[in-house]
């Protein structure tokens, strides 16, 4: 009894696709209205993102950039779910997802400065609905719960979005921030990139539960699984998911079927210790430039000249980034003092002072 | 003027508040329709409306995340937790984001947020409920601790919190919270946070207290008066940041010094009272800082209580001490 209620369950949350391996439609109906420019930016973007990529791994490893987890792999999960969202709505990312805030309008030098560990990374320009990319994982999922509140609280017609990997689909907040959206009917969506790893941990270690779709059901809320290789599929989703929030309908988790082609992060991962390399083939095969490249040629809506184009800008702009980075201000005591309250306690006050007696000297 | 316990003039300061800025948003458990498990809130949903002051689900993490989210979206959160005891469940939300907000985003973003919680002994209460853990929260960069022992200083206090746009924990003393009643005004007021309150001026030695321990100390001082010997009791109100100014003035004044707190000796904010006197005042001391302090076990249990607080006999002891060092 117990275990057919469980397939019953399980069922209902089958992976939702839209473009296959080789760039064929397989789901005709459910084709995203996308204007033959909107499908070509997407494409760009993807682009655009893998050579950043592989550009702030190699800065990485000269020391020109200091924490980075690679999202090679991952675009379209992270592009697709951006690119269904309005200018105003919010983004909580984590560790990982900062190609979504930098298309959100996050300078890209900003995003740099962010992972040397620099002050400037987190002045936000002003109006930028995003916050701090957030290392305590699980917590940007409770605090989404709050943002979505506030903003219907406020009448406005946007949602909160944040995202999440396989790992952190574990921990107590991402279950209570689901909770709470629920119980509140909030405008929320909830993205979890199951990249089949946490670090060196498989999803298969995180739970029993055969999809991480199935969680929203705990929470009474809609849940759905796409393949996150797939950037048609994800955007689609993504952008009924936040048709359904702002028509009151509540939040949505939605989990992405991805991979992460690189490592964890730059600081010493190797993933050849557990991960094998039948496996990275399988998910190249995967991979989500191929198959929307495929798709957009048979459109004659890409070519390698309009590629190329991409790279080179995306060299240059990185390039132009770096440049503006190593010029900000190197870092005071006294600077950080001043952000820790809008009026400095005694403490402070006299740390204060002293600091600025000897960054005089 | 109002004859009102401090959970009235609690109530009182939320009331105002509410009126007063429609971004203040107060929630928690039961806190709604119940008004609250002290009555902290009571009828304040009625006047105000479900929009404003609501029940969350039982989780007080999730709770902490909400008043962070609702903070960055131009809310002014007055959040509860049930009892401070319960702190570790929403531990990362105070002092893992909170706290840092204003600092994390270069000072773009700021999450005014007031963390109200009740705390204290000698009500006989079950566990993690009258832990006294204002000293992890003391150690916390980012946050102001606030802790009244008066109706009157309550309101302030809690008027002066809900509108400082940095997060500040506002701990009540559950003890406190019916056990008399004084006079506050009716109208709005504020109380500087970051200031203590001299409440009984003496010339002998200072007593540097706070919660509870501020009416122990008022009685151990009229003990001591009996015995000639004149005490000082200050009230810091503000256990983080401290109000250094006033406590290094008293001490120079009477040359001796004790520090009292409800908490263990190796918990609570007194370690750091001594310290900050001895790097400012030592040459003003006729003799070492003592603390009085509860000893370094686990809060007891609920029967042993009153053998295991400080009270205000061992608060003469302590006086007694320094005096005859």
Redesign the interface.
Same mark, same amino acid.
């Given at each position: 009894m117990s275990t057919k209620t469980l397939e019953q369950v399980e069922g209902k949350f089958e992976t939702f696709q839209i473009l296959n391996e080789e760039g064929e439609v397989v789901n005709e109906a459910a084709m995203p209205e996308l204007s033959d420019e909107e499908l070509q930016e997407l494409m760009r973007r993807m682009v655009y993102t893998r050579i950043w990529d592989q550009r702030a791994i190699s800065l990485n490893r000269q020391g020109r950039l200091g924490f980075y987890a690679p999202v090679a792999g991952q675009e379209a999960s992270m592009l697709g779910t951006h690119f269904a969202l309005d200018k105003e709505d919010?983004i909580l990312p984590g560790y990982r997802d900062i190609p979504q805030i930098v298309f959100h309008g996050l300078p890209l030098h900003q995003a740099f400065l962010w992972s040397r560990g620099h002050?400037? &990374?987190?002045? @936000?320009p002003?109006g930028l609905n995003i916050?701090?990319p957030q290392i305590?994982i699980g917590?940007q999922?409770?605090?989404?719960?709050?943002?979505?509140?506030?903003?219907k609280?406020?009448g406005k017609n946007n949602v909160?979005i944040t995202y999440t990997g396989d790992g952190g689909a574990s921990q107590?907040?991402f279950y209570? &921030?689901m909770? @709470?959206a629920g119980?509140f009917n909030v405008p929320a969506i909830f993205v979890v990139q199951n990249n089949r790893f946490a670090i060196s941990v498989p999803v298969e270690k995180q739970s029993a539960a055969k999809t991480i779709a199935q969680k929203a059901t705990a929470a009474g809320i809609e849940g759905i699984q796409v393949d996150g290789m797939d950037v048609l599929a994800v955007y689609t989703v993504t952008k009924q998911a936040r048709e359904r929030a702002l028509n009151g309908e509540g939040p949505t988790l939605i989990e992405t079927l991805t991979y992460r082609y690189g490592p964890h992060t730059m600081a010493g991962d190797d993933p050849t210790r557990y991960r094998t390399s039948d496996l990275d083939d399988e998910w190249t095969k995967k991979d989500p430039l191929i198959r929307f490249r495929k798709f957009l040629e048979g459109k004659k809506l890409w070519n390698e000249e309009k590629e190329n184009e991409v790279v080179e800008k995306a060299k240059e702009d990185i390039k132009a980034a770096i440049k503006e980075a190593d010029s900000a201000p190197k870092q005071k005591v006294t600077d950080?003092i001043?952000?820790?309250?809008?009026q400095l306690?005694?403490?402070?006050r006299e740390q204060m002072e002293e600091y600025t007696a000897k960054e005089s000297k | 003027m109002a004859q009102m316990t401090m959970i009235q003039a609690i109530t009182d300061a939320m009331r105002n508040e509410l009126k007063k800025n429609e971004d203040v948003l107060i929630f928690g458990e039961d806190v709604g329709q119940n008004g609250g498990v002290f009555r902290a809130t009571e009828g304040l949903q009625k006047e105000f409306g479900e929009d404003r002051v609501f029940d969350t689900p039982l989780a007080e993490s999730g709770i902490g995340g909400l008043a962070i989210g609702l903070g960055i979206t131009g809310f002014r959160p007055v959040m509860e937790i049930q009892f401070f005891g319960f702190l570790f469940e929403v531990m990362d939300s105070v002092a893992g984001q909170m706290s840092r907000w204003r600092y994390r985003s270069g000072g773009t973003q700021t999450t005014p947020i007031t963390v109200r919680s009740p705390f204290g002994g000698g009500v006989k209460t079950p566990e993690m409920h009258a832990d006294s853990l204002e000293g992890l929260m003391a150690q916390t960069p980012g946050l102001k601790v606030v802790i009244p022992s008066t109706p009157y200083d309550a309101k302030g206090l809690l008027i002066a919190s809900i509108r400082d746009n940095d997060p500040v924990v506002f701990l009540e003393h559950m003890k406190l919270y019916r056990s008399f009643r004084a006079e506050v005004p009716e109208e709005e007021y504020t109380i500087e946070l970051g200031k203590a309150d001299i409440k009984r001026e003496g010339k002998d030695v200072t007593i540097i207290t706070y919660g509870a321990m501020v009416h122990a100390s008022l009685k151990a001082a009229e003990e001591l008066e009996k015995d000639g010997v004149d005490v000082e009791v200050i009230d810091l109100m503000t256990v983080s940041p401290l109000d250094i100014d006033t406590i290094i003035a008293s001490v120079e004044k009477t040359n001796r010094a004790i520090v009292v707190q409800e908490a263990q000796k190796q918990a609570g904010i007194a370690a750091n009272v001594v310290a900050e006197i001895t790097e400012r005042a030592i040459l003003s001391l006729e003799a070492p800082v003592l603390r009085v302090t509860a000893p370094d076990t686990v809060y007891p249990f609920a029967a042993m209580e009153d053998s295991w607080l400080p009270d205000h006999k061992d608060i003469v002891d302590a006086v007694n001490k320094v005096v005859n060092f």
């Open positions: 919010w002050i400037g &990374g987190g002045k @936000f002003e916050v701090v305590i917590a999922i409770i605090q989404t719960a709050g943002v979505a509140l506030g903003l609280r406020k909160a107590g907040d209570e &921030g909770n @709470f119980a950080i001043g952000v820790m309250f809008e306690p005694a403490n402070l | -």
